[in-house]
């Protein structure tokens, strides 16, 4: 039981990332009807500069929040380290954000018009090119990130034979990825640039007609996307302290597919896929065969495709004409 | 290729798809196979060799990305079925008959139906990823076949049969010069019949608009499925000359760069051109060489930063590829009817 409830533990932190990155995916295929391929590699840049974030100021925020918090900057303190993490969360988040809008406005947007096999070709070329421009620029070996948790103890439950232990990580990492969600749920639904994503993707002709700024709205929802998967690049970074730069291309093609799982386009739908992704995934290392994991999302989907293509809780729309 | 298009000019389109001019150009390569080794140096004659086996694999995905218009990103996938299969029944055959070697003629027929069997297992691991994905719009083909790329690495690291994470080691060296041309020809010749036939209008009918393709009854999921099942054969019988020419094989070898650049020899030599991806072919397998002196230069692998610059470059500036949908023949053909017309204009 205790072992069961492990892997329900690392499976919803697992599944947490993955929902950031599928939420991206799922918007800016809501809108444009694009697979952005290079969605993960934008996942891997805000891993990056998480990293570089924390090398090279990580200890003087974490010195300004300790000496806030605690009176003197050596005093370390949880508190300290969690707002820390939350300032390199957020500047990643930022830089991802500027990264998905040149990425949009650059390759993405001049081909608009032209038939949807060029933007695709356009996306895996644009994925390759962050994948191996990541390569030339950081190295292609791993880098280890620095750790700002580690006064902290991991948490215990119980004894020998029924322990759980919960690293603190895995709920900072769960709690945060949950908290955007809901910001994002909150603007999608309740803001006026939520309806007017709403309005683009339902329809671009008639958006514009209303006097909706398609254009502007599309870039909005590439950075909205990109800077989710951002914050997912560093929640990863934290919790397997290595990052390099092919890192994105697994975790973002999974997300697709957990976004596939739930009805691609649906925001809801990415989430819950994500998080059975998660759970799947970790419940297969667990009792199956480990070796196995990386080839089960890509058969999840396979047979999603085949019994309920438009996903658990998507809708079937027709194609007009 | 020398022979279809040299002969085009003269006998029309009936002479490009005439028999008789394959069978002569696969007898010249058999003619070249006997001294072409002994006449360049080894390194020269890899690249032919290799470039030989990228022609195979970019007009076979042709076929797919560029007659049918659906994404297809999996044919390193489909080439490890083919190899895998092709160099397991080839070197368990000699294991058990270590006599069969001493026969030139058992072991090239030995290869044959090796490359044959791996063609045909390509072909129904081809059917059963393209069936579920092919029914919807294409771009999920796309992620479906990339997925498939990483089960069967997946299922192959986790098959001791062929080796697990060492690989399959100890395969002979059957792929001679003759044997990667005559499947070439034998490549391009099959596709090109199968383009220029009724199937074939029915590929491009859905490429051009599958919904106007449906109103007309044709059955769009089964032409699709058609034409990806034929662009995996080929694969796997790619990937069958490309391991009996390595001889050591382990799941790393097909992976997704090697999708990659078929992918952009396809779109660079035009999606819809046969002869566009022959070119491409050739053109990057000898790019690919010309590029190692500055990857030496720099210590690090600019090739793929360059590739997948070139990709976007021409999506924004030329999206239909070097030849778009026309062949080297059509072209030539056009030139020469534009100097019928003006006779007196001098330039063409």
Redesign the interface.
Known sequence: MAEFAQYIINGLSQGGTYALIALGYTMVFGILQLINFAHGEVFMLGAFTGLYTSKYAGLAILGTFNRLLTGSAETASTGAAILTAIVIILVAMCVCAAVGFCVERLAYRPLRASPRINLLITAVGVSLFFQNAGQLLFGSDPKAFPDLFENLEPWTFGADENLIVINPLQVFVFITAITLMLILRHVIFHTRLGRAMRAVSFNHDLASLMGIPTNQIIAATFMMGSSLAGAAGVMVGMTYPKVEPLMGSLPGLKAFCAAVLGGIGNVTGAVLGSFILGLAEALLSGYGTPTYKDALAFTILILILLVKPSGLLGVNRTEKV | MAPSGSNNEQSGQTGIMSLRWWIVGIGIVWLLNAWLPELISPYFFQIIVLAGINVILSVSLNLV?GFT?Q?S?GHAGFMSVGGYLSAFITTSLVASHPELMNDPVAGVVIFAISLIMGGIAATAVGYI?G???L??????L???T???G??IR??F??TNAVGGARGLSGITKFTTFGAVYTAALITVFCIWRVVHSAHGRILVSIREDE?ASTAMGVNTTEGKVRAFAMGAFFAGVAGGLFAHYLTTLNPGTFD?NRS?EV?IMV?LGG?GSISGSVVAAIMLTVLKEALRPLQQLTG???R??I???V??IM??AR?KGIFGTSEICDLFREKLSRRGKHPDGGSA
């Open positions: 990305n218009g994404f990103m990823v069936l579920p994905s029914r919807l719009r294409g771009d999920y796309a992620i479906v990339l997925g498939f990483e089960i997946v299922i690291l986790n919904i997704f990659f992918i779109v999606m690090v692998d600019l793929m930063v590739y997948s610059l990709l976007i999506m924004l999206p």
